[in-house]
């Protein structure tokens, strides 16, 4: 689900970036913001950090007097992405094995369905590996497949989730 | 002899397997959790066998719980409509190196672009709007219009926590649906 989150940050510009006349203070502000945005990958609170939308209001700067830098405390709006237990969201199959399919959510490439939660569907091999029901239903590589989301897992050091779906319940599946 | 032997044995079995009978009945009964649990030792299996003798309860969302304050959920057209046009604008901007955009972006327009199926978000939040009169939950309403339901049925097996008020909102769902599906857009 995509959220709308309201942050105060602090951005901080080297004096040798300062304009002499103080003109390009939010030019200059703006892009610290958004290189800053960039960098921060996910958050395990807010999930992924997709785009910054809008930079509200810039607060009065402070000089750090070890070095030189200017602190202006900022508020903007950000645009993240995060998956929630019990949600119902879509995913592209990027990796069939024996044992389950690995699926990519949005900015989210780890999400795994076992074949234990793809009810009457089985594993096959037609030229490619991919799992099929008798209805002739297929999820292989590239099949967009609607599931719910069983569990989902921040993992600190790679500043990534892993979701474990599931296919148990009406409508879920490929489509 | 042998059934003498076969007693005492039987007795003798009985007398040295009797706690671990009712432990086998125990097991069997939910030899479901063997499979799904062999990693984890016997220990909760208890607390998990009276989780698994009813049904499984459905998965709940939480996010109101889960969020932030300063935090709000956006339906899948919602964001689509601000991603689409921020990059627009960094179309514009690209010739500027110092603008980035976050690694995830591409990926997260991606998932909008393809998911969605109301064109006009505006619209689809007008008619759901007033299901909060009714207790729907914002993240609950952005669930409704990232899955395009077709019908109540789904609503609620999409949105298990919703079922409590199925006598309160049957009809003003309902009739959100209608006015949802003359807004889809085509395939």
Known sequence: MFIKVKLPWNVMIPAEAMDPNGLMIQRAVLIRLLDAFASKKATKDLGYFIALKNLEEIGEGR???????????????????KMFKGEIVHGVVRQVHKSGVFLRCGPCENVYLSQYKMPDYDYVVQGNPLFMNQNMSRIQIGSTVRFIVLD??????????IALASLEGNNLGPF | MSEKGGKGFKSSLKSSYGPRESKYTFLQDSDEQIQGSSAKGGKGSKARKSTLSKESQPLELKTDKELPENAKCLMDCEAFEILQGIKEQM????????????????RGLEYVKYGRCYMNPQSVRQILEPLKKHGVSESEMCVIANVCPESIDEVFAFVPSMKGRKDKISEPLEEALMKLSKLKRSA
């Open chain 2, 91 to 106: 179309a514009v901007l690209s010739e500027d190196p110092s603008l980035k955009l976050p690694v995830s972006f591409d």
């Open chain 1, 63 to 81: 000089i750090r007097e070890t070095t030189g830098e200017i602190v202006f405390p900022v508020v903007f709006s950000g645009i993240t992405f």
């Open chain 1, 152 to 161: 989902i897992q921040w993992k600190e050091a790679e500043k990534e989730f």
